[in-house]
């Protein structure tokens, strides 16, 4: 499920650097046996992607276009949760970031079990971190949000945009 909308982006004047926002219609979220009643979602607005049921989790983005080698950048989801579900604090996420497809996997274990219904949080809170190798063919970020492994149905999760912004020197 993804729209042909393109993502927002925004350049930073002051610091001459690049953030990229993608909206959820960028980012594909993977439907268990295709079955679409799985999220809610309007294609071609800001809102939010609501999970209303699914047992794997599985979230995948990449950049709108390569990112400049040698720079540094940290990757976000803002999520929310539309209700509380046990299963978030048994199960933690696995967010994971990745420069091109041949590239070393950058990750972190997120447990979302202490957030309050309707806060909007960004996620990891230090952001997960990553440098674009000077040697790197391939460029383009690739990254997800996962939860694929702990065989419960799980809900309320809301994912309102995947964020990869350059850090300072």
């Not at 002051?14 to 295709?34: D, P, R």
């Not at 809102?47 to 989790?57: F, K, Q, R, S, Y």
Request: aromatic content about 10%; some cysteine.
């Amino acid at each position: 499920m993804s729209g042909a909308a393109d993502p927002a982006e925004e350049k930073d004047a002051k610091k001459g650097s690049e953030n990229v926002h993608l909206k959820i219609i960028k980012l594909e979220l993977f439907l268990c046996s295709q079955d679409e009643v799985r999220w809610r979602f309007k294609p071609r607005t800001d809102g939010p992607a609501e999970l209303l049921e699914v047992v794997w989790l599985e979230i995948n983005g990449s950049t709108p276009k390569p990112l400049p080698k040698g720079k540094k950048y940290a990757l976000s989801f803002k999520i929310s949760m539309a209700h509380y579900d046990p299963v978030w604090r048994t199960y933690p996420v696995y967010m994971l970031a990745k420069v091109g497809k041949k590239g070393t996997s950058n990750w972190e274990k997120i447990n979302l079990g202490d957030m309050r219904v309707g806060d909007i949080i960004e996620i990891p809170s230090g952001k997960l971190r990553f440098t674009v190798p000077e040697k790197a063919k391939d460029t383009t970020l690739l990254f997800g949000l996962y939860e694929l492994w702990g065989g419960e149905w799980k809900q309320g999760l809301r994912i309102h945009e995947a964020v990869v912004e350059e850090m300072p020197e």
